[in-house]
Structures are given as C-alpha cells and as structure tokens.
C-alpha cells in the first residue's frame, strides 16, 4: 500500500521559515519524479515545486521561485520543502505528490498519482 505523509506545516509570521517533509512508503523498486502542491481557501489546487527522480533536476512555479526549495533525500523516498522569507499568500494546504513512472518533475497535477492528506501552513501578516 502506498503511503505519502507530509510533516511540518504550521503557523509562522510572515517573513518566516518553514521545512516540509514527504515520506513515501509502498514505492520501493519504482521510479517516481515527487512534487508539492497547494490549494488556498476558495482556489484551486496550484502547482508548487517539483523534483526527479534522480534529484539533481527541479522545477518550482513562479510564484516561490527564490524562496522555496525542493530537494528528497539519498534514499529518494522522501522530499523537502525549503519555505523561506514566506508570505500571507503562501497559506494554504500543501500536498506532497508521487509520479509513478517519471524521470523528470512535472507541473500538472494530472501526472501524479498518488497524494498525501496534506499539510496546513499559515502564515499571519
């Protein structure tokens, strides 16, 4: 059984720092690219960053660029999210993702297959 499970969210003042973490179990001998996600109250779910499988490529939206960063560790069954010099937009409830199969990070939530329950993250002003 697959499991993905996100640690970490919380409330921090703006400005603030917060790491998010993305355990996966149940993916042993597969190949995955992992990425995060976030949906907002009243939005859409909106891509946020994304990394191989290798780890060495990443692709991170617009929006965090410069602030947020995503890694996953040697073993690659788990993935950080680096949230820094955070901002009241940035709350939200970040999902951590698996894309069975894929090399290379991709963006659409489509991709992926398999997702965590999500973690809340505030950020006060």
């Known amino acids: 059984q697959v499991q993905l499970v996100e640690t970490g969210g919380g409330l921090v003042q703006a400005g603030g720092s917060l790491r998010l973490s993305c355990a996966a179990s149940?993916?042993?001998?597969?190949?995955?690219?992992m990425g995060w996600f976030r949906q907002a109250p009243g939005k859409e779910r909106e891509f946020v960053a994304a990394?191989?499988?290798?780890?060495?490529?990443?692709n991170v939206a617009d929006s965090v660029k410069g602030r947020f960063t995503i890694s996953r560790d040697s073993a690659r069954s788990t993935v950080f999210l680096q949230m820094n010099s955070l901002k009241p937009e940035d709350t939200a409830v970040y999902y951590c993702?698996?894309?069975?199969?894929?090399?290379?990070?991709?963006?659409?939530?489509?991709?992926?297959?398999?997702w965590g329950q999500g973690t809340q993250v505030t950020v006060s002003s």
């Open positions: 993702a698996a894309d069975l199969g894929a090399v290379r990070p991709r963006t659409l939530e489509s991709d992926y297959t398999y």
């Open positions: 990394v191989s499988w290798s780890g060495y490529s990443t």
């Open positions: 149940g993916l042993t001998y597969q190949t995955y690219a």
